[in-house]
């Protein structure tokens, strides 16, 4: 149920009867055994063919001329098969009244499903947009747990540079090694993330006035230095 009310909102027919909305679903996923992707701009519209079930008419065939001259046969189905810039020919043909050949229920027809397969397309385009958006958010959240061991950590000396993956060595609350990754800062407290920036910005400091005395058991490289600073950075950001 779940899975064809998404279906019905993605084709924009949940405001139908039920019916109606399964030989919608039916015509519009019906299509044409050749190809209908020519790149020629249609010119006019000139026969169509109407099939009608439960309200809705679907269009069994259309025929178009474009300009090179030639005839070309498509139906509704192949609607997005087609390049959009041929809904938008034949949206402006509706739009100018120029279906001087058609009855006028064909084009009421063809105006319908036209408007109908437009607002498919911006239907599927708002859920995707919104899909994103949710994997966007749930990315920002902290969905996955933080990568904060890894084997061999505990005989490495604390506050000193990790390569792979890009972080640091820091102590957690129990002096037990823990890494924190560069690209995982968002997913620490506030409380870890200024302990471990306090250590690297006095360690810095302290370098850079030729302090060693606090510093750990490792002699810090400038590879060491340069990760530290920009560590720093990520944190502050």
């Known amino acids: 149920m779940i899975a064809r009310g998404c279906r019905e909102g993605h084709l924009g027919t949940s405001h139908w009867r039920s019916k109606r ?15 209908v992707y020519p790149t020629r701009r249609i010119l006019a519209v000139t026969n169509v063919k109407v099939n009608i079930w439960y309200g809705y008419g679907h269009l069994e065939e259309i025929e178009v001329q474009r300009s090179d001259q030639q005839l ?15 809904i938008e020919d034949m949206l402006f043909l509706v739009a100018q009244n120029r279906f001087f050949n058609l009855k006028g229920e064909d ?7 036209l408007r109908m397969f437009t607002r498919r397309i911006v239907i599927q385009k708002c859920v995707e947009d ?39 060595i820091y102590l957690d609350k129990l002096e ?26 006095d360690m810095l400091n302290n370098l850079e006035m030729g302090y060693t005395s ?3 058991r490792k002699r810090w490289s400038n590879l060491d230095k340069k990760r530290s600073r920009i560590m720093v950075k990520d944190i502050d950001r």
């Open 130 to 168: 919104f899909q994103l958006g949710v994997e966007s958010y749930q990315k920002k959240l902290n969905i996955s747990r933080t990568l904060t061991h890894k084997a061999g950590i505990f005989d490495l000396v604390p506050y000193t540079a990790y390569s792979n993956p890009q972080g640091f």
């Open 72 to 86: 070309y046969k498509f139906m509704e189905g192949d609607f997005l098969r087609l390049h959009l810039n041929d």
């Open 107 to 113: 084009i009421v027809h063809l105006a319908a499903a």
């Open 21 to 35: 909305q399964t030989f919608y679903g039916y015509a519009s996923n019906r299509v044409s055994k050749h190809d």
């Open 214 to 216: 606090v510093m750990p």
């Open 176 to 201: 037990r090694n823990r890494l924190v990754c560069s690209h995982e800062l968002y997913k620490f407290s506030n409380g870890t993330l200024i302990s471990v920036w306090d250590k690297l910005k």
